[in-house]
Each structure stands twice: as structure tokens, then as C-alpha cells.
């Protein structure tokens, strides 16, 4: 919803935060190793992780304790997400591998495994009855313009759910549309060669946004193509980026610090604690 934001990182845990006002509310330990990505319910209960110990963890919000860990993966756990209602996790590794996992269930093995990818699989997000996937090679489908050259880090469905936005380590942006793979639009300026990095729509699908290694976020316009905004973050590489889904509202991770940008006019919704 937008009033409160997860943060993980190498120190083996994730933290719970209101951003609007700076506040840490809660940790959360129960990883072996890095947390690599985390993602919340839609009813802000249960929170969803995957890290380097190359386990899936389900916690409870409120007692910060894990529900259930759910292991099959093969090497680290690059990206987690929830679908709608929170029945399913869904879960892409390195092992080139997607899984889902029922919450509802104590079985420990998956539901589903897609093992279609031919490399790591570095991004995954979900709509109400598609998975998008990014991994780190082009090889592999049959039509190549459905994959950008180099390995992709970061994929996003457009709000419309027309469009999907794909990062690569080509340090160039693309939008492609969804059900032929057409080549709508590339953005460029930002550089991104060696990490992976996150892209964005902003919450009104006019700007495409991208992390960079020089410091910097950088804003294109959607349809022109040409760079609207760039913001100075830090002097590292800015990895993570997350789009308020209603507000111009912008969370940016660096070097241990997450910074949050927002208009003048902002106007958080509700107060929570």
C-alpha cells in the first residue's frame, strides 16, 4: 500500500520500516546468509525472502518469526514475490530455475518448477496469471527479439500490463511489448555493466526509470525516449529501486542507506506506526 518498505541485506536479516518518517519497526532474523530480496503481502501480514543460504523463508509479520522455510533450490535465491493473495511465493535462483511454493501447505516441495531459463534467473515479477522472468543470458527462445543483448538484471510489467520494461548489462533499457515482443522504445545514459540493477514505471506509466553504477537514478520520458530526470544518490552503484504504486514516491538503496524521494505536494496516506 505504499506505508512501509522491507529492506534485506548482507548482515543476514530484513528490516521492516515506515519510510515516510524514517523509523525502523521491526528486524527479522532467520537467514543463513545475505538476504538477496524480499516482498510483502497485499494485506501487509506476511513477508516473503530468499537469500544466499538458498532458502525461501515466510514470516509473520508481527511476531517476526518464520512461518516456514522452503528449500529446493539449488544456489542462491535471487528474487521472491508473492502472488495476489498471498497463497503462492514465488521464487527465481541462480540454479536457472523458477519455483512456487504453497503458503497454504506444509509440503516441502514445490508446486510448480519452470526450468525453461538457460542461465540464472536475476528478476521475477508477477501479475494476476503471468510470471515474467528475466535471466542472464540471451540464448535460448526461438524469437531473439524478445530478449535484449546481455544478460537481463531487472524486468517490470507496465501498470497497463500491455508493455514489459527490461535492464540489461548493456547499460541500455527496453520496453517491449508484451504479447509480440515488438521493440517499443530504448533508454540510455545510465550505466550498467556489472550489478544487478532495478528498473521501474513510475505509478502513472509516463516515465521509465533504471538504477545506475555511477551513483545516479535515471528517469526517461516513456514515450520520447529522451532522459527527464537524473538524481545524485551516493558516490556507489545504486542497486534498488521502488515506485510508491499510487504516489510520486521513490525508495533508492545504496551502500547500506535507503533514501526516499518525493514531491513538494506528497501527502502520505494514512499514519502508520
Known amino acids: 500500500d505504499g506505508n512501509y518498505c522491507l529492506t534485506c541485506g548482507s548482515d543476514k536479516t530484513l528490516k521492516l520500516w515506515n519510510p515516510h518518517k524514517g523509523t525502523a519497526l521491526r528486524t527479522y532474523q532467520g537467514h543463513g546468509y545475505e538476504v538477496l530480496d524480499a516482498a510483502g503481502s497485499f494485506d501487509n501480514s506476511q513477508i516473503c525472502s530468499g537469500g544466499a543460504d538458498k532458502a525461501v523463508a515466510l514470516w509473520d509479520v508481527t511476531t517476526g518469526q518464520v512461518v516456514r522455510k522452503y528449500r529446493g533450490h539449488a544456489g542462491n535465491v535471487n528474487c521472491v514475490q508473492f502472488n495476489e493473495e498471498a497463497t503462492v511465493i514465488v521464487s527465481g ?96 545514459g545510465h550505466r550498467s555493466t556489472t550489478y544487478r540493477l532495478d528498473c521501474v514505471l513510475n505509478e502513472l506509466d509516463t516515465h521509465v526509470g533504471c538504477a545506475s553504477e555511477d551513483g545516479h537514478v535515471y528517469f526517461w520520458d516513456l514515450v520520447e525516449g529522451s532522459l527527464a530526470l537524473s538524481l545524485p544518490v551516493g558516490q556507489g552503484v545504486v542497486q534498488s529501486l521502488a515506485f510508491h504504486p499510487r504516489l510520486p514516491c521513490l525508495l533508492v538503496a545504496t551502500q547500506g542507506q535507503v533514501t526516499l524521494w518525493r514531491e513538494d505536494t506528497f501527502q502520505p496516506e494514512g499514519d502508520p506506526g
Request: aromatic content about 4%; overall charge negative; proline content about 8%.
Open 93 to 188: 535462483s541462480i540454479d536457472s530455475t523458477v519455483r512456487c511454493w504453497d503458503c497454504r501447505s506444509r509440503r516441502p516441495d514445490p508446486i510448480q518448477v519452470l526450468d525453461e531459463a538457460k542461465d540464472g534467473i536475476s528478476s521475477v515479477k508477477l501479475s494476476a496469471h503471468e510470471i515474467l522472468t528475466g535471466w542472464g543470458g540471451s540464448a535460448g527462445p526461438p524469437k531473439p527479439r524478445r530478449v535484449p543483448p546481455g544478460p537481463i538484471t531487472s524486468v517490470c510489467f507496465s501498470k497497463d500490463g500491455q508493455c514489459v520494461l527490461a535492464a540489461s548489462l548493456d547499460s541500455t533499457l527496453r520496453l517491449l511489448d508484451k504479447d509480440t515482443g515488438e521493440l517499443l522504445g530504448e533508454y540510455t
